[in-house]
């Protein structure tokens, strides 16, 4: 039985694929169709979209890893600027009296997710471009087919993460929701990233709750 072998790639969202007839793929794990398998949905097949490589590149490969010190730097970098927006989210509250205005409260967390999707979009995009550009006009498109064989429910599982939050938010009347806007776009930006650009097919897979059938070869795009 065909074994596909799977490995993190330097760019989010697409996964490095080995184990057919010696090939190597880069996986996108934002063209999984349909998005429905998160969402108890349980279709014939699902199909994924591979971009062919050759065998000896590493233009894709992940080199290094990202050292402890340098996360601890980004994290002490940052601290500022979240204690700066937390400030202003707090006076802002407390000036115009949002804690005690519902339908405001609400627009404002909606307006975080929003501007979360944003960001996870505009990213994934970006992405998308990267990887156009690095692999040319001409390159080998590839469809997996896999076959699912039991229904996942992960897409309810991550979005009640955020209806907890939500509900932890207009339970606070002090100021202090600002810190919970700031922890619901964090939030929703993983719900956003995992729903539509990082769904798991390696993990499905080495789990066979995905099954591969075949892999259709597609006509070269230029």
Known sequence: MLKLKFSNSNIFSYKLV???????????????????VIWGGLPDTVSVTAYELEKESVQFELKNK??????????????PLLYTLYNLLHSLFVSYKISQQLGIKTLLFAISMFISYLIVISFLNFNKKKVKDRLGQKRSVQTFVFKPTKRIYDGYFIFIIS???????????????????????????LCFAYTNSAIPVAEYYQTEIYLLKNIKSNEEVK
């Open 163 to 189: 209806l907890v939050c939500y509900i932890v938010y207009l339970s606070i009347n002090n100021g202090s929701e600002g810190a919970l806007l700031i922890v619901n776009t964090v939030l929703s930006m």
């Open 18 to 36: 080995e184990g057919v007839q010696g090939k190597k793929y880069l996986m996108d794990l934002s063209s999984v169709r349909p998005k429905s």
């Open 66 to 79: 990202t050292s402890n010190g340098l996360k601890a730097g980004i994290i002490v970098a940052i601290q």
